[in-house]
């Protein structure tokens, strides 16, 4: 049983056009996440929701909409997509509470702009 | 501004030795310091997490050390074997009202036969 599974695995896309992105977690975790690893494997935050409710939104262009419908689901919609949004796309999700903010990791979805 | 940076893009060792990765960061207040490995087409997997006031951490071959003074973290892969070659990245978990982690830049590990 996969505990964080997202899909698609690969997106291949032209540029201008909106596609989405879904996560489901099985771990029973209150918090949810949206990381970008860029060509240079840099892993950086997007967004994150507790219990559905949106707590982090670093500085992302409002292109990218997150929706949690549920506390195990969190999807990532991009509108207008851009050549600059090529990238490896991570859910992740983690338990609530202190001192364990661990991490747990999605497959990825490696997002292709033409 | 903030900024986690790991020793180097990558680092080879020859099989049998100790691996040693850095971490180093500045401008930030951690309070617990994590370590994550990638592999290739995968996603970062936790592997251990140090409080503040712990100065060492140990997990089968791994130790971790997090030193709060010199802003750092030594992250030890002892008796290195090819299958530990992969990307390992440091993350900071600081005190605050929400739960976030940032990640450093990554070490490529590669341990060569």
């Known amino acids: 049983d996969t505990a964080v599974s997202q899909t698609p695995k690969y997106l291949v896309t032209q540029m201008g056009n909106d596609k989405s992105i879904k996560c489901e977690q099985n771990?029973?975790?209150?918090?949810m996440y949206w990381y970008k690893q860029d060509s240079k494997k840099f892993l950086k935050i997007m967004f994150s929701?507790?219990?559905?409710?949106?707590?982090i939104n670093e500085t992302v262009p409002n292109r990218f909409s997150p929706k949690s419908p549920d506390k195990a689901h969190l999807n990532l919609h991009i509108n207008s997509l851009e050549l600059g949004d090529s990238a490896v796309y991570f859910c992740?999700?983690?338990?609530?509470?202190?001192?364990?903010?661990?991490?747990?990791f999605g497959a990825g979805t490696r997002l292709s702009v033409l | 501004s903030q900024k986690i940076e790991q020793n180097s893009e990558a680092l080879n060792i020859q099989e049998g030795k100790t691996a040693t990765l850095t971490c180093n960061y500045t401008?930030?207040?951690?309070?617990?310091l994590q370590w994550y490995r990638q592999d290739p087409g995968r996603g970062p997997v936790f592997l251990l997490l140090?409080?503040?006031?712990?100065k060492e951490k140990r997990k089968e071959r791994l130790k971790v050390t997090f030193d709060t003074t010199l802003k750092q973290s030594l992250f030890h892969i002892t008796a290195s074997q090819p299958a530990d070659s992969a990307t390992y990245l440091c993350?900071?978990?600081?005190?605050?009202?929400?739960?976030?982690?940032?990640f450093g830049t990554g070490t490529k590990l590669q341990v060569i036969p």
């Open positions: 401008n930030y207040s951690p309070a617990y």
């Open positions: 992740a999700s983690s338990p609530s509470g202190r001192p364990k903010n661990i991490q747990y």
């Open positions: 929701y507790n219990n559905k409710e949106l707590i």
């Open positions: 993350a900071l978990d600081e005190s605050g009202g929400y739960q976030k982690v940032t």
């Open positions: 140090i409080r503040e006031n712990e």
């Open positions: 771990l029973g975790h209150d918090t």
